[in-house]
């Protein structure tokens, strides 16, 4: 089935450093959805993208639709320890109905 | 914050016992969904309910009983569940099914523990 590969599956980083993950498919997507998922919460919308080529900006993150529309990326600029949790990327592709979703970063920031 | 809310909030159950998963979203839409979050596991898509009626089963075993009685309410009805089925079950809302901006909203889910 569709999957999507989320990179990387963990990250421990310094307070203030920034951050980069990104989401890969084989195939083309219309959507792409950025979520954060802290512990023992559901996930929560952080960013939605709607066309290839969008940079869409949520405080210190900023996530962009791909061009190819098969990748998006999620940055975060000067992490703070409240940016612990498992971040996931998601999306829509043109045969199916159903979200697909990526496998999870985890990140930890040291303060 | 969230337009969607489940209960309980944490289940432990026997392996004979049966049990109701409550999930509600305050949102105004009409497509419902239930996950299944396993450790180390991608999430799980299970049921989707779109317009109270159920558009997708993914081989989801019968001890999994959902039921929509309208497009506010989502349960999910366990009976003879298996220790394997531990895990955090999330319940999403969306305006409608099918791609293109559907964004799904999630609720913060049920960590139930199956003894």
């Known amino acids: 089935g569709q999957q999507l590969n989320q990179s990387p599956q963990s990250m421990f980083i310094q307070e203030g450093e920034d951050v980069s993950m990104n989401c890969t498919s084989s195939?083309?997507?219309?959507?792409w959805l950025w979520y954060k998922q802290d512990p023992g919460e559901g996930p929560v919308l952080l960013i939605a993208?709607?066309?290839?080529?969008e940079l869409t900006s949520n405080g210190r993150l900023t996530a962009q639709f791909g061009i190819t529309r098969k990748d998006s990326f999620l940055n975060i600029s000067a992490s703070i320890p409240s940016d612990v949790g498992i971040y996931f990327c998601?999306?829509?592709?043109?045969?199916?109905?159903?979200?697909?979703f990526g496998g999870g970063t985890r990140l930890m920031v040291k303060p | 914050e969230t337009g969607v809310t489940q209960t309980p909030r944490h289940l432990v159950m026997g392996m004979t016992n049966k049990k109701s998963l409550k999930c509600e979203q305050h949102?105004?839409?009409?497509?419902m969904y239930w996950y299944k979050q396993s450790a180390k596991k991608p999430l799980e898509l299970m049921f989707v309910?779109?317009?109270?009626?159920?558009?997708e089963n993914n081989s989801v075993p019968s001890r999994f009983s959902p039921e929509c009685p309208n497009s506010s309410h989502l349960f999910l009805h366990l009976h003879t569940l298996q220790p394997e089925d531990s895990a955090l079950y999330l319940c999403?809302?969306?305006?409608?099914?099918?791609?293109?901006?559907?964004?799904?909203?999630f609720g913060p889910g049920t960590r139930l523990t199956v003894l």
């Open positions: 309910y779109n317009f109270k009626e159920q558009t």
């Open positions: 195939s083309i997507f219309n959507t």
């Open positions: 949102l105004g839409h009409n497509a």
């Open positions: 999403a809302s969306s305006q409608r099914t099918g791609g293109g901006g559907d964004t799904q909203y």
């Open positions: 998601a999306g829509f592709n043109n045969a199916g109905n159903m979200l697909t």
């Open positions: 993208l709607y066309k290839a080529g």
